[in-house]
């Protein structure tokens, strides 16, 4: 294995409901196809729309070392991609595709109410709105109580913050899975640039 390369996780959602089309899985798949640059050592997969799958396989995705993971999930009402901000430990009362849902409602008992991501959800949105993508993008405190939220939530339990999440729109409504997957591309090349910035001020500071 190359050791200088990064691995970055990116995850889409399998259809469910009204989706029989996930179009997050689309731009995924996109995303994949144009990659994210010779240093960086992408892998995707398919995240079944199921809490117990969920709360299974998102350690194991951690268990790979990534610098970063990213989910990305389809909203019904979102015209934008959109940046979450934050996971929610509380309030799962929908039912997933195995017609189940968590008895106590909750992500993981005695974990915090919320969690922010550490990456600066306002400022990749600043950035690549600035690049002039094509693609309009916002941000959101509320990734909506449901698998993707808590997705999320359990993914900046793991990682102490080092997770982003990004709703994509249906296709069509009005981007194509190429635009999306684009999309994908250059948010997730910003967070990981401001990833190292991080890092690299962690470094100097403790070189002083």
């Known amino acids: 294995m190359d050791n200088s390369k990064q691995t970055v996780v990116v995850t889409g959602f399998e259809p469910f409901g009204e989706h029989s089309i996930n ?25 079944p729309v199921d809490y117990q799958a969920v709360q299974s396989l998102v350690p194991s995705l951690w268990k790979q070392y990534p610098q970063l993971v990213v989910h990305v999930g389809v909203s019904g009402m979102a015209t934008t991609v959109t940046l979450e901000k934050c996971g929610r430990n509380h309030g799962y009362k929908g039912l997933d595709n195995s017609h189940f849902c968590p008895h106590s409602q909750c992500c993981i008992e005695g974990g915090p109410d919320c969690i922010d991501s550490v990456i600066d959800m306002e400022s990749v949105c600043k950035r690549v709105t600035a690049s002039g993508l ?40 009005p981007y194509s899975g190429v635009d999306l997957g684009r999309a994908l591309q250059a948010i997730i090349q910003e967070m990981l640039d401001m990833l190292d910035q991080t890092k690299e001020k962690i470094h100097c500071q403790h070189v002083h």
């Open 23 to 47: 179009a997050s899985w689309v731009a995924v798949q996109e995303l994949k196809k144009l990659g994210l640059g010779k240093d960086i050592d992408l892998h995707v997969y398919e995240v």
């Open 134 to 173: 094509g693609v309009a993008v916002s941000v959101s405190k509320d990734a909506g109580r449901y698998l993707c939220d808590f997705t999320y939530y359990t993914s900046l339990y793991l990682s102490h913050g080092r997770s982003a999440f990004v709703h994509v729109p249906p296709i069509g409504k």
